[in-house]
């Protein structure tokens, strides 16, 4: 089973601001087959980056994703007030069981 | 457009069975795996299992095999998600959720349930 370590846990900022966020695997994920998801609270999941670095219908352009093997990063350019929530990263190059991180939550400073 | 509609909030006693639901609207049922993942309270997402509605295959994450059964109706385009026999540490909201591409397992997870939340608790 693949390990996901995101860091750092908290991370605070001001809207404006840039946003970079971690997500390091035990072993190489397949086919960089890494996904980012948002969750605000009382919410689902909302689906950001797949495959790395592809960005998933809706999502601004503002979300980019990067890395291979086992080092993977979400960037966001400038942060809007609505992007103050929790982030994980998902491999599902590796299955059963696909396996999330343990999440960063990014609050407003 | 598609969706999926989850069953409502549940609460439980520790030792009773409950079946939860996902019903699928907009796209073919049957191209698509629908997975469930576990949500504790204050806690990370964790996947559970996934079933493919066209010929029930089913996968399990080591930690949930023997305490869930996933299982599917295609005549409905609903999945199910069941216990037999809750405990209070199955209190969590559960999503299902669907992988982007037709016909594969693993993949990146597009379309979500609102998510059910199930308390146990005596």
């Known amino acids: 089973e693949i390990v996901l370590t995101q860091s750092p846990g908290t991370l605070s900022l001001s809207p404006g601001e840039r946003a970079t966020l971690s997500c390091r695997a035990s072993?190489?994920?397949?086919?960089?087959?890494l996904a980012w998801y948002q969750q605000r609270p009382g919410q689902a999941p909302r689906l950001l980056i797949y495959g790395a670095s592809s960005r998933a219908t809706g999502t601004p352009d503002r979300f980019s994703g990067s890395g291979s093997g086992t080092d993977f990063t979400l960037t966001i350019s400038r942060l809007e007030p609505e992007d103050f929530a929790v982030y994980y990263c998902q491999q599902y190059g590796d299955s059963p069981p696909i396996t999330f991180g343990q999440g960063t939550r990014l609050e407003i400073k | 457009e598609v969706q999926l509609v989850q069953s409502g909030a549940e609460v439980k006693k520790p030792g009773e069975s409950l079946k939860i639901s996902c019903m699928a609207s907009g796209y073919i049922f049957t191209t698509h795996w629908i997975g469930w993942v576990r949500q504790m309270p204050g806690k990370g997402l964790e996947w559970m299992g996934i079933?493919?509605?066209?010929?029930?295959?089913?996968r399990y994450s080591p930690s949930f095999q023997g305490q869930v059964i996933i299982s599917v109706d295609k005549s409905i385009s609903t999945a199910y998600l069941q216990w037999s026999s809750l405990k209070a540490s199955d209190t969590a909201m559960y999503y299902c959720a669907r992988p982007s591409r037709s016909w594969y397992r693993d993949d990146a997870f597009d379309f979500w349930g609102q998510g059910t939340m199930v308390t146990v608790s005596s």
């Open positions: 079933i493919y509605p066209g010929d029930s295959d089913t």
């Open positions: 072993q190489s994920v397949s086919s960089n087959y």
